[in-house]
């Protein structure tokens, strides 16, 4: 509503916010007002040139209400369309000139136009301006009766009581309407602000979704591209050596291998492009998944590798399985590059409320005391976290290692 723009010196609020919308709304009650003026300043013009004339003659209140016509015309429609400055001329005037028809016509029925210059004021002007204003207008109008009734005391106190009365009602009803038009603008302000934030917060959601992303095609990368690439390396190094001492069957058997990594490595690789299921993981179980993966490791390297599965295997959602394949997997490749061991032991335990993953070796070890967090390890807890489990890893100097991986049923 206007009297709520101006407290915001007229500007004009965005289309489509909910402030804006208020304004449209105001805007398209605006032909309404205008209608009632000329209608109630139409009456107050017959009534004006049909009454007896006053003392300066027929045509005074007439050609001055005609007046107050040609301001509001010129000032009042921009006064309720937000332009303060104009609105508060436009009641300077009005008022002004109505006073003067009521001292130069005190018989004048001019009056009327209270009906529609008092909501006005209160729809042009600050809720302060307007109780100025109504205050100002109605000790003018008191004090131009007590004048024009010669100063007469038994005229005084009725006078006073209507003044009063007028005032009082005036101002009830002008607080209220203020009022509620300013909650109503409040709270389109809100809902803008509401808005606003939401529209900041999902951009912050975006922004970390595509971080998150980010992180998680590095763990894919980490755990599954470079550790098959690492695999083909020493492979085909094994072939080479073989090949060097005349072992053409060993040579076949490491090169038949390297093809295999590199088919699997190109099957993960279009998986993660299109965040599917993991390899290890299409059409079977994450029990049997994790035999396939120990025979795995256990061709490639030689390595002694026992897989064992204790429970009734139970489906744990995506999620949970691509978890528990990814901590497998980057336990077996640290066991691979690091623990020089001869023996790793996979267990897969399902127990009543969640389910617990152990990878232990019979290698060198290291003291878990001292920094030895790396990517692959960061990348193991931020995924155990992810679904709500968490990791735990003992080893010590010569005793060997085991990483233990819980994630709920």
């Known amino acids: 509503m206007s009297a709520t723009a101006t407290e915001t010196d007229g500007c004009e609020r965005p289309e489509g916010s909910s402030s804006g919308a208020l304004d449209?709304?105001?805007?398209?009650?605006?032909?309404?007002?205008?209608?009632?003026?000329?209608?109630?300043?139409?009456?107050?013009?017959?009534?004006?040139?049909?009454?007896?004339?006053?003392?300066?003659?027929?045509?005074?209140?007439?050609?001055?209400?005609?007046?107050?016509?040609?301001?509001?015309?010129?000032?009042?429609?921009?006064?309720?369309?937000?332009?303060r400055r104009a609105g508060l001329a436009y009641q300077v005037l009005a008022w002004t000139l109505l006073v003067a028809v009521q001292w130069l016509d005190p018989g004048t029925e001019a009056w009327m136009l209270y009906f529609v210059l008092y909501p006005q004021m209160w729809a042009m002007l600050s809720a302060r301006q307007a109780v100025a204003g109504t205050v100002l207008t109605l000790t003018a109008f008191g004090v131009t009766r007590y004048v024009q009734s010669g100063y007469d005391d038994g005229t005084f106190g009725p006078i006073v009581v209507s003044s009063v009365i007028s005032l009082g009602v005036s101002l009830a009803l002008g607080l209220f309407i203020h009022r509620i038009v300013g909650e109503a603008d409040a709270?389109?302000?809100?809902?803008?602000?509401?808005?606003?934030?939401?529209?900041?917060?999902?951009?912050?959601?975006?922004d970390r979704g595509v971080q998150?992303?980010?992180?998680?095609?590095?763990?894919?990368?980490?755990?599954?591209?470079?550790?098959?690439?690492?695999?083909?390396?020493?492979?085909?190094?094994?072939?080479?050596?073989?090949?060097?001492?005349?072992?053409?069957?060993?040579?076949?058997e490491r090169l038949a291998l390297v093809e295999r990594t590199a088919t699997d490595n190109l099957a993960e690789a279009r998986l993660i492009v299109a965040e599917l299921t993991p390899g290890h993981l299409q059409s079977r179980s994450l029990a049997e998944a994790l035999v396939r993966l120990g025979d795995a490791v256990g061709r490639e390297t030689g390595l002694r590798t026992e897989v064992r599965v204790d429970g009734e295997p139970a489906p744990l959602g995506g999620a949970a399985e691509v978890v528990v394949l990814r901590t497998a997997q980057e336990a077996l490749a640290n066991v691979r590059r690091h623990a020089g061991a001869g023996h790793v032991a996979v267990a897969l335990s399902y127990r009543p409320e969640r389910v617990v993953l152990s990878v232990a070796d019979d290698g060198c070890g290291f003291d878990a005391d001292t920094d030895h967090r790396g990517f692959g390890l960061d990348g193991v807890r931020a995924r155990a976290a992810q679904v709500g489990g968490r990791v735990d890893l003992l080893s010590g100097p010569g005793a060997g290692t085991t990483l233990t991986l819980e994630v709920p049923r």
């Open 187 to 206: 709270r389109a302000t809100t809902i803008d602000e509401l808005r606003a934030t939401q529209a900041r917060l999902a951009a912050v959601e975006r």
């Open 24 to 83: 449209a709304w105001w805007h398209r009650q605006l032909p309404w007002w205008h209608g009632l003026f000329v209608v109630v300043l139409g009456a107050a013009l017959v009534v004006a040139v049909l009454d007896d004339p006053g003392p300066h003659g027929r045509w005074v209140s007439p050609v001055l209400l005609l007046v107050i016509g040609g301001a509001y015309a010129g000032l009042g429609v921009r006064g309720l369309r937000d332009d």
């Open 212 to 252: 998150d992303e980010r992180e998680r095609i590095s763990r894919e990368i980490h755990d599954t591209l470079a550790q098959g690439f690492t695999s083909v390396v020493t492979l085909s190094r094994a072939a080479d050596a073989a090949l060097a001492r005349g072992d053409v069957d060993t040579a076949r």
